[in-house]
Structure formats: C-alpha cells, structure tokens
C-alpha cells in the first residue's frame, strides 16, 4: 500500500519506497496534523483549574529507603496502584524508581 504525502509523494525514495509504488495511493481528507491536533478548548472544558497539585497530590506516598532491593521495588510496583516510587534516604528524597527501571534492569538481566 502506497501512502501518498507531500508534493514529491510519486518519487521513488529506494527500495523500500518502489515497492510502495506498486499499490495505489491512500486518500486522505484532511491534513495529518488536523487528526492529531488537540483543541485547548476542549482540554480546558475537561480540566477544573480551580485545584492546586497541593489539593491532589498523595500526602503520605508510598516510599523506599535507597538500600531497598529490586525485588523490594517490584513488590511494591506489582500491586498496580502506581508506577513510580519515591526513594527516600532518611526523610530525604534522593530519587525515582518507575517500573520502566525495573523493566529495563530485568532486561539487561537476561
């Protein structure tokens, strides 16, 4: 399936591009920017901006210490409730651990 885009959409761009060429091109309405445009509007309509972050965040967090395992992180992260975990040393914050860190750990694991 050919995708066609821009003014020089019929040239050939390699081989990739050729074999695009064999199929006709896909019609499109309206610009690819209109679909993936958001109207602020509507954003605002959605949002109440009568809150604080003060007013919404979670007051007492779960955290743990920096000492902590990974396995302690991932117990933690596993129950689904958020995906980020505040590292504290003491009543310091030092950090962050998502669970894209701990995917990424157990990645290079393997």
């Not at 003014?7 to 074999?19: E, L, Q, T, V, Y």
């Not at 199929?23 to 109440?48: M, N």
């Not at 395992?69 to 505040?86: N, Q, R, Y």
């Amino acid at each position: 399936m050919r995708v066609a885009h821009g003014p020089d959409a019929n040239r050939s761009r390699g081989a990739f591009s050729s074999r695009l060429q064999r199929s006709p091109p896909v019609p499109c309405a309206w610009p690819i920017s209109a679909a993936l445009h958001v109207d602020q509007r509507s954003v605002d309509a959605a949002l109440d901006h009568s809150f604080t972050i003060e007013q919404i965040m979670q007051k007492d967090p779960v955290t743990i210490a920096e000492n902590a395992t990974v396995k302690d992180a991932a117990e933690i992260l596993a129950k689904g409730e958020f995906h980020s975990v505040p590292v504290v040393s003491g009543a310091k914050l030092v950090g962050l651990v998502t669970s894209t860190d701990l995917i990424k750990y157990l990645l290079a694991q393997m």
